[in-house]
């Protein structure tokens, strides 16, 4: 069984890490209820989800399973230690692959098989664009079933700021 890579935290909060190919993935959790701002319960414990590559000698990302292995371990060990907050993600659409980031995502949370947490898919449709987004949450959270209702029911000031991403 693959294990994680080493995982150093910033004083950002980011959480780096080196791969055995010596790409770097910075993994971050920005403060930002901005989207969820009508559901004042709530919006303060979303944080938006999200990684990149800040170091890439190769050019040419190699696939590596540890990379998943890695980013599942953070999000487990933050919802761990914060079951009220939740994760927010939106799938990159710059340059058209957004379901298919999706798609990777959904298996990713399939091969996680914990059972403290839960994923929740939208996608939405606006003009020409598809977005798809998600939810990562602790099964204790204890708004759990208010977050997912308002988390499927965006309010239209919600829809236009994602449309704007």
């Not at 487990?76 to 939106?90: D, G, M, S």
Request: hydrophobic share 40%.
């Amino acid at each position: 069984m693959l294990s994680p890579y080493n995982i150093s935290e910033s004083t950002d909060g980011d959480f780096l890490f080196t791969t055995t190919a010596n790409v770097v993935y910075i993994v971050y959790l920005l403060k930002d209820q901005g989207y969820f701002d009508d559901y004042t319960e709530f919006s303060a414990n979303v944080l938006t989800f999200g990684f990149a590559i800040t170091s890439n000698p190769t050019r040419k990302t190699p696939f590596d399973e540890r990379v998943r292995i890695t980013i599942s371990a953070i999000i487990q060990a933050f919802l761990r230690n914060h079951p009220e907050k939740v994760l927010f993600f939106i799938c990159d659409n710059s340059d058209s692959r957004e379901r298919f980031r999706m798609k990777i995502f959904n298996l990713w949370y399939q091969l996680l098989k914990v059972d403290f947490i839960e994923k929740h898919n939208e996608v939405m449709h606006l003009d020409q664009l598809e977005i798809h987004f998600s939810i990562i949450l602790h099964i204790n959270n204890p708004l759990k079933k208010f977050i997912i209702s308002s988390f499927h029911d965006l309010s239209y000031t919600t829809a236009e700021k994602l449309k704007c991403y």
